[in-house]
């Protein structure tokens, strides 16, 4: 929630490792403990009442606050240099709990075709049924997605760089196009970090996390998080303290260990997947590479305009389509094959069984997701042993 402690001068690194945790300290402890406790009791009425009033700092009930949650949300906070922040169960949590409360009956979004899967999901099964309108353009095409801007929207929501083609969105192009619409521009910066990109510093009201992948970064906790306007944000935190996706105190805990090396594990992952998608670029059984730092991408240009580095996450199209796929995912030995990204481990999956589960091949196709794609993303491990292991995979191809 709002507070006034700022970014400021202090660097990223400094605040992954010291941001947030200070207030929640408690009898010498040197980590921000675990508080699982329900409510919060109070000896006397008056003081319950001006917690409660939020006139004095403090907790009344988990499902609202509790102290492990807001050290994590006041790390996120600081790294996207926001004013207020407020955590949920998942990702997809702060997603749909952003829009729902954002949106009303007779409302439109703006938003584009390859947004992450269950995002795409809310827009064409969800949202209609409450008679709100989703307008989702080629992200490509950023005079198509200003122009419909234009025609008035309540919300432009956008995702960059998108999973899995690694599309770049110009945030502070369509912003600006947002602002002049008198719409709410939500980013989600899930690819991205906050290592690598401020959504906020570029003109969105609102900036939002998966802390599932690159926060956490260890693929062992849930949980998501909207930074940004304090309006916007109690607004949010008061749906969200309602309908309850509330984020779990150990959650919390791991996420927040997990951020302490984020700034290292993401510099670490921009370099790895960079030399590993130069390597894929060059090899015959890759039809295509998609990773907003190669030269040859289409956004290069915006990526690195808006960028201070291109993430760890790349996709890949093997020639041989998606009986290729099947065969060369099983004989990678440095990667998971899972439904995740973002961790420290290298994780490998096609969109039909991670980002676009949800989906059908048809919807797939639709939004320009191929089926010989492979996402992969890079772990710190050694970059030369991951493109042996990569060499190997792809060898009868
Ligand atoms: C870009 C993006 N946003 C949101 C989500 C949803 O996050 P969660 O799985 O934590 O609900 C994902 C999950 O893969 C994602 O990749």
Known sequence: MPDNSSRRATSAATLSVWGGEEDSLMQGATQVPVVYSAAFGYPDVDSWLEVALGRRPGHIYSRNTNPTVQAFETKVRLLEDAQAATSFASGMAAISNTLFTLLSPGDRVVSVKDTYGGTNKLFLEFLPRFGI???????????????????????????????????????????????????????????????????????????IHSATKFLGGHADALGGVVCGDPELVGRIYHYREITGATLDPMAAFLLIRGM??????????????????????????????????????????????????????????????????????????????????????????????????????????????????????????????????????????
């Open 133 to 207: 309108q989703s307008d989702l353009l080629d992200t490509s095409d950023h005079d198509e997605i200003e122009a419909a801007i234009a025609r008035g929207c309540k919300v432009v929501y956008l995702e960059s760089p998108t999973n899995p083609t690694l599309k770049v969105m110009d945030i502070s192009r369509l912003a600006a196009a947002g602002r002049r619409a008198g719409a709410v521009v939500v980013a989600d910066n899930t690819f991205a970090t906050p290592i690598n990109q401020n959504p906020l510093a570029l003109g969105a009201d609102l900036v």
């Open 260 to 397: 302490k090396t984020l700034h290292l594990r993401v510099e670490r992952q921009n370099e790895s997947a960079l030399g590993v998608a130069r390597w894929l670029q060059g090899h015959p059984a890759v039809a295509a590479v998609f990773y907003p730092g190669l030269e040859t991408h289409p956004h290069h240009e915006i990526a690195r305009r808006q960028m201070r580095g291109y993430g760890g996450v790349l996709s890949f199209m093997l020639e041989g389509g998606f009986e290729a796929v099947k065969r060369v995912l099983p004989k990678l030995r440095l990667a998971r094959r899972a439904a995740n990204l973002g961790s420290v481990e290298t994780v490998a999956g096609p969109p039909a069984t991670t980002s676009h589960v949800e989906c059908s091949a048809a919807e797939r196709e639709a939004m320009g997701i191929p089926e010989g794609l492979i996402r992969y993303s890079v772990g710190i491990e050694n970059a030369e042993e991951l493109i042996a292991d990569l060499a190997q995979a792809l060898e009868r191809e």
